[in-house]
Structures are given as structure tokens and as C-alpha cells.
């Protein structure tokens, strides 16, 4: 507790001598923050493995690759988003200049969760030095060969009174939240996010919660069944289904349930072999908590495809699970593991009614032809962002903001919209001395003709 303090403390001093405030600061940050993971990678890669079991090509694709691409974004537009943008007045401000001053918040608090434990420590890092903060990030514990590694990574890479890592269990969350912080950053469930929102209140701090849900991939009549079929399985059992935006479950029309089916069985073998156990760039369930929650699912409704499990080694086979009803305990929360639930509809508006029933979903996608319904899904249903024909792809997109709304999370990041999420929007409104209109003081001449 007292190190939590005297660590928050040294980092206020920090910032409050203005250090962070130059471009070339914060620029000479995220090209350290670059070289820091390029020097790293190995280790990186094993720590991945370690914990969840990644693959190299996952790592690389979905933690590494994606934190290169965020850092080259923010370094070849930081100038530009640094510079104050000049915005007009009306004719009653005559003479003024003003602007918008996009100023940092101070020390930042960054919780991430374990599921993409690299990529959701850094990821918002990279917009909090850009916009000019220090930071203090704090690592799952249950991703704890990626916590240890980052631990050291930055300790080594970067000033501690200027960024750092603090590990531990829930408890020292709790501790670091009970501090005075000037922006939290949370990502992880929806329950812990109202702890933190409620923590956050005590200074009034502001806060981005990217929280999680149930997000639907709808199927329609018109669609690419074939490349539904294949995106659809790569998105959901990518990382095991242990994706914020993986699609949790599967909404089709009845008169293409049994093509679609078909389809990403076939393509489950394509990408996973007969025997996905003993693929070894399969990831794993992080834990046995989780496991169990997950195999718990399996007892309901008709396994289509996969179902079997290996507790050792905490693989769970992509599986497809038919006959499933909205009463069933899987289709309660969000799933968050290599498990698909179907369910079919007959009629379109029905079932985004059905969806706009529950909680507002992190994510939704749509898979059908015609540009009209398209449109109606994006107008009629509220949902963080999504994809239409394709998942996951949307949140890959610098220029696109990531962020849930309702009960998936509120504020979003990536690309420029990190920078303006760690960055107080300042109004200034400079004003001319060489004359001054005199009609807003009392007793000129507009004022009397008023009386
Ligand atoms: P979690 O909420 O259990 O944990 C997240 C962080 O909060 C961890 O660092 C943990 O140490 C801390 N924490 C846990 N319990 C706490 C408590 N009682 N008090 C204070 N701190 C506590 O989430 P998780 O299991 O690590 O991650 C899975 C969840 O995160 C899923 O719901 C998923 O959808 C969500 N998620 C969202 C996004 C997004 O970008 N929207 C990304 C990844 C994961």
C-alpha cells in the first residue's frame, strides 16, 4: 500500500514538472515503446504461449503486429493531433481567434484484462503518451507470465516516476483505486467495470470502460453462406472464443441453418485438423475456473461438432451447439470460450427486436446482401461497432473508434481516437485589444433601446 502511494505520489511530481509536455518527449516515448516490444519479441512470444497457449502467428497478428501498427499510427500523426485546432465564431466575437487545446489529463490509471494481455496493456498506453500522460498500468494476474515480462519491459525501457507496472491480484487493484488518478482506463467485465466506475467517482475521475457482452452474428437468407460459414469460425475461435468482440453466438434464418452449419464444420477442420486437443497452436481456456464455467454449457442443447475437453491441459475443442434456447445458462452471459450456440429465426425484425431486448452487445454482426437491411440493422439495433459480411475486422481499423455503449462500455480508442480520449479538449478563445464592441455592457446604446 504505502509502495502504491509513494509510486502514484512520485508520478504526480512527475508530471506536474511538465516534462511529458514536449512533441519531442512524447515522441522519443513511443519510438522507446517500439524498440522496448522489438527488442522483446521472443520473450514476448513465450510469455504468450505460456499463459494462454498463443500461437506465433496469433501473437503476432492480434498483440504484436497490432501495437506496431497503433505506434506507427500515433508517431506519423502525433504533430498533427498536437496542434491546436483553430475553429470560427459568430460575428458578436469579432476580433477573437479560438481554439481547441488538446491537453493532457495527467497520471493515468490503465487495469487490463488477460485474455490479450499484451496488446490491452499497451494499446491504450500508446494514446495516453501520445496525448502526453504518465501512466501506471496494472496487468491480470491471471495472464501472469505477460504481467511479470511487462513488469520488467517497462521498468527496464522507461522512467518509473513516468511509467510503470504494478502486478498483483484484485486486491491491489482495489488499493490503486482507491488513489487519486486523473483518467482510468479499464478494460474487463462489465461487473468489475461498475467497481471501478464507483472507485472513479470518489474524485470525480473520468473514466473509458471497455467492457464485454453477448455479441450476435446474424445470418440472413441472402448471405455469403460460405464466407459467412468461414469468418464466422475465425472469428469466434480465434484466441479460443476469448475475444471481447468474438462473436458469442450464432442468429440464423431458419431456411439457411443447415448450409451454414455444414459450412463452418468443414471450415473448423480446415483451420483446427480432425484433432484441434492436440493442435498445438490451438490457445488454451486461461484457467480452470473458466473451464469449468465453460464445460458447464456443454450438457445443454446437442453438440453438433466438437465437445470434447481435456481439463490438464485446458483445451476445450471448437464446438457447435444446436438446439439452444434463450433460457439456457449459456445463453445468460457472455460466453468468452470455443463454444458457438445456434439459434435460428424466420423473421428478420423479429430478431433484432429479440436482440434490442437485452443489453447493448460490444459488437454485432451482420451477414446478408441486400443494402437496405444492412442499413436497417446499423439504424434499428445500438451496439458498441460492428462488421457487416465479416467479425473482428472492424476493431483492426486505426481510423475506426473501438468502444462498447450500455452495458458493453463507454469512451472508445484506437488511432487518433485513443489521443482525444487521454486528452482534456481545452477551449481557448483569444482575445483582440486593438478595439472592443461595446453592445454586451451595460448602458450602451442596444441596451437602452431594449429598456
Ligand atoms: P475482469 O473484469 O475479471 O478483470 C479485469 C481487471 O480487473 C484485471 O486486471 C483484474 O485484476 C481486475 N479485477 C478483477 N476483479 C476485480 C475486483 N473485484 N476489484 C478490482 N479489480 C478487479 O476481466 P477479465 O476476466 O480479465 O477479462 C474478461 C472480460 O473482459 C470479458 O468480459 C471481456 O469481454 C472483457 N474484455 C473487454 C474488452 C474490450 O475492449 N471491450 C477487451 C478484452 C476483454
Known amino acids: 500500500m504505502v509502495e502504491i502511494e509513494k509510486l502514484v505520489a512520485d508520478t ?227 484466441n479460443a472464443g476469448q475475444t471481447c468482440v468474438a462473436p458469442d453466438y450464432v442468429y440464423v434464418h431458419e431456411k439457411v441453418k443447415f448450409k451454414l452449419l455444414k459450412a463452418m464444420k468443414k471450415y473448423i477442420r480446415t483451420f483446427y485438423g480432425r484433432n484441434p486437443l492436440k493442435n498445438d497452436n490451438f490457445t488454451r481456456i486461461i484457467n480452470e475456473k473458466h473451464f469449468d464455467r465453460l464445460t458447464s454449457f456443454l450438457i445443454k442443447g446437442s453438440i453438433l461438432h466438437g465437445g470434447n475437453v481435456d481439463r490438464e491441459s485446458l483445451m476445450i475443442e471448437p464446438t457447435i451447439l444446436d438446439y439452444i434456447s434463450w433460457e439456457d445458462p449459456i445463453m445468460q452471459d457472455e460466453i468468452f470460450g470455443p463454444i458457438l450456440p445456434i439459434i435460428s429465426f424466420t423473421n428478420l425484425e423479429d430478431a433484432l427486436y429479440k436482440i434490442k431486448l437485452g443489453e447493448k452487445p460490444l459488437a454485432l454482426y451482420y451477414f446478408g446482401d441486400d443494402y437496405k437491411t444492412q442499413q436497417q440493422v446499423i439504424e434499428y439495433v445500438s451496439f458498441g461497432g460492428g462488421s457487416i459480411n465479416d467479425t473482428l475486422y472492424h476493431l483492426a481499423n486505426p481510423h475506426l473508434p473501438f468502444g462498447g455503449v450500455g452495458a458493453s462500455g463507454m469512451g472508445a480508442y484506437h488511432g487518433k481516437y485513443s489521443f482525444d480520449t487521454f486528452s482534456h479538449s481545452k477551449s481557448i478563445l483569444k482575445q483582440t485589444t486593438k478595439f472592443d464592441i461595446p453592445f454586451r455592457y451595460p448602458g450602451n446604446k442596444i441596451n437602452e433601446k431594449l429598456v
Open 12 to 238: 504526480h511530481s512527475f508530471f506536474m514538472n511538465g516534462n511529458t509536455i514536449t512533441y519531442e518527449f512524447r515522441q522519443k516515448q513511443l519510438m522507446t515503446l517500439k524498440q522496448m516490444l522489438k527488442d522483446n519479441e521472443s520473450k514476448i512470444y513465450r510469455a504468450l504461449k505460456n499463459d494462454l497457449n498463443k500461437s506465433k502467428q496469433d501473437s503476432l497478428t492480434t498483440e504484436i503486429g497490432f501495437l506496431y501498427t497503433e505506434i506507427d499510427f500515433a508517431l506519423k500523426n502525433l504533430r498533427n493531433w498536437m496542434t491546436p485546432e483553430k475553429v470560427p465564431a459568430p460575428m458578436t466575437h469579432k476580433g477573437t481567434q479560438n481554439f481547441i487545446f488538446k491537453e493532457p489529463y495527467g497520471v493515468t490509471l490503465i487495469i487490463s484484462p488477460w485474455n490479450y494481455p499484451l496488446q490491452l496493456a499497451i494499446g491504450p498506453a500508446i494514446g495516453a503518451i501520445a496525448a502526453g500522460n504518465c501512466v501506471i498500468v496494472k496487468p491480470s494476474e491471471h495472464a501472469a507470465a505477460t504481467s511479470t515480462l511487462l513488469a520488467e519491459m517497462i521498468a527496464d525501457y522507461f522512467d518509473q516516476s513516468y511509467f510503470s507496472v504494478i502486478e498483483g491480484e484484485q486486491e491491489v487493484t482495489q488499493a490503486l483505486l482507491k488513489q487519486r488518478f486523473d483518467y482510468i482506463f479499464f478494460t474487463g467485465s462489465t461487473n468489475v467495470g461498475k467497481i471501478v466506475m464507483r472507485a472513479a467517482s470518489e474524485y470525480l475521475t473520468p473514466v473509458t470502460l471497455e467492457l464485454g457482452g453477448k455479441s450476435p452474428a446474424i445470418v440472413d437468407m441472402d448471405a455469403n453462406i460460405n464466407l459467412a460459414a468461414k469468418r464466422i469460425v475465425w472469428g469466434k475461435f480465434t
